[in-house]
């Protein structure tokens, strides 16, 4: 069975490209300095509890992909078998393009490094659990947000009562996208 051909557009684009899985930056790295291609790859950062206690951990926005900006004409074959690159992903007989402009809106996101924190801030009313010390797992809920010392106040039931006490934010499960992770 013949295929048909992958149609593109000439002139320089935006592309989605697939890597190895945990490559993302590498191969966006290797086709940047390789083919003095523009490269985009988006990252984002979160704090996680491990054994060591909570860590930034940093990854992929997009996990598999980055984003090249290139002649598809004149740059096809290269990009493709750049190290770290697994294909240009094809959608309905077409290479996966993106618009300039939103690759600008979210390059608007990110800061200096390529990255974003997507934790969410705790308000007053949600509801949390302490990461650490001795009250570790113990549920409680935000009663006063104080951003500047990157501190809330909490109220816990403590021997039949509920008492007030101020958390590091850094001690409590905060949200990631809409639902809650370790501090």
């Known amino acids: 069975m ?4 992958v149609v593109f557009e000439s002139g320089i684009r935006w592309y989605c490209i697939r890597t ?4 993302e930056r590498l191969a966006a790295t290797q086709v940047s300095s390789l083919f003095d291609l523009e490269t985009f790859s988006p990252r984002i950062r ?4 491990t054994v060591r206690g909570v860590v930034w951990f940093e990854e992929a926005m997009f996990p598999g992909y980055f984003f090249a900006r290139f002649d598809m004409s004149t740059h096809k074959r290269a ?3 750049a190290p770290g690159v697994l294909h240009i992903p094809v959608f309905g007989g077409r290479f996966a393009e993106l618009d300039s402009m939103a690759v600008d809106e979210l390059r608007s996101e990110l800061d200096d490094s390529g990255s974003v924190d997507v934790m969410e801030p705790l308000a007053v009313g949600d509801e949390t659990l302490i990461l650490t010390g001795s009250m570790q797992g113990l549920q409680v809920r935000v009663v006063k947000v104080m951003t500047a ?3 809330v106040a909490v109220l816990m039931e403590f021997l039949g009562q509920e008492v007030e006490t101020i958390f590091s934010l850094s001690e409590l499960e ?8 370790e501090g």
């Open 149 to 151: 010392e990157q501190r």
């Open 20 to 23: 190895h899985p945990k490559k």
């Open 2 to 5: 013949i295929e048909d051909p």
């Open 174 to 181: 905060q949200r990631r996208k809409g639902v809650y992770t």
């Open 79 to 81: 990009v493709s078998f």
């Open 46 to 49: 979160f704090k996680r509890k």
